[in-house]
């Protein structure tokens, strides 16, 4: 079974808009984090914003944030005010706490954002 | 600008040749990783060093050989490749191996073809 799921693989928004890209995760650790990365065509992963397992807050990071909803098991990333420059490959990953993949990142299939001007 | 440093950034070489990729921080971060990227699919998991020891090998083939000389350097050492190994191999470091809370910062990257 998947461990990280996004289920969008490509997403449009026109400029100025929010958008919301889906992430869910399965795992029986009670301690893990939650990462966002944008990856453009050029290549980079540029680490967006982390959520903690028992952050009781969802985190922001200037236009991103993040709606945790621990029992749904859902991590989605919200970009405001979209720009052309969001343009990009996005990928939500995990870490776990504990068990044979303590420590690893697993990355879910990623989502295709274009934004239009 | 990244604070993960990659040569290069595209190397294309052809079966029979020896080459080496080169990542370098200087972020005082004791792990570093090699992951390999396909076109449109996640990075894929290669090899963790943690404090210059290889904590980490993903079953990868041996024609990869990776080396840290130093905590600030990982070199990934190529032989006899094949085709499929032409990719994207992102470098990246974190402060720890299994700190919670402390991402991974990737470098650029260096795309690999092989002929």
């Known amino acids: 079974a998947q461990k990280i799921t996004q289920t969008q693989p490509g997403m449009f928004v026109q400029e100025k808009e929010a958008v919301t890209l889906d992430c869910t995760y399965d795992?029986?650790?009670?301690?893990?984090?939650l990462f966002w990365y944008k990856q453009p065509s050029s290549g980079e992963m540029i680490f967006l914003i982390y959520?903690?397992?028992?952050?009781?807050q969802n985190a922001t990071e200037g236009r991103y944030s993040l709606n945790f909803q621990k029992a749904r098991k859902s991590a989605n990333l919200v970009i405001s005010a979209s720009q052309l420059g969001d343009s990009a490959m996005y990928f939500c990953?995990?870490?776990?706490?504990?068990?044979?993949?303590?420590?690893?990142?697993?990355f879910g299939q990623g989502t295709i954002l274009t934004v239009h001007p | 600008d990244t604070e993960v440093t990659q040569t290069p950034k595209h190397l294309v070489m052809g079966m029979t040749n020896k080459k080496s990729l080169k990542c370098e921080q200087h972020?005082?971060?004791?792990?570093m990783y090699w992951y390999k990227q396909k076109a449109k699919k996640p990075p894929e998991l290669m090899f963790v060093?943690?404090?210059?020891?290889?904590?980490i090998n993903e079953s990868v083939p041996s024609r990869f050989s990776p080396e840290c000389p130093n905590s600030s350097l990982l070199n990934l050492h190529l032989h006899a490749l094949q085709p499929e190994d032409s990719a994207l191999y992102l470098c990246?470091?974190?402060?720890?191996?299994?700190?919670?809370?402390?991402?991974?910062?990737f470098g650029d990257g260096t795309r690999l073809s092989i002929l």
């Open positions: 990246a470091s974190s402060q720890a191996w299994r700190g919670g809370n402390q991402p991974q910062h």
């Open positions: 795992t029986s650790d009670q301690s893990y984090g």
């Open positions: 959520q903690g397992s028992y952050d009781e």
């Open positions: 990953a995990m870490r776990e706490g504990g068990g044979t993949s303590y420590g690893k990142l697993t």
């Open positions: 972020m005082g971060h004791r792990a």
């Open positions: 060093y943690s404090y210059e020891k290889l904590s």
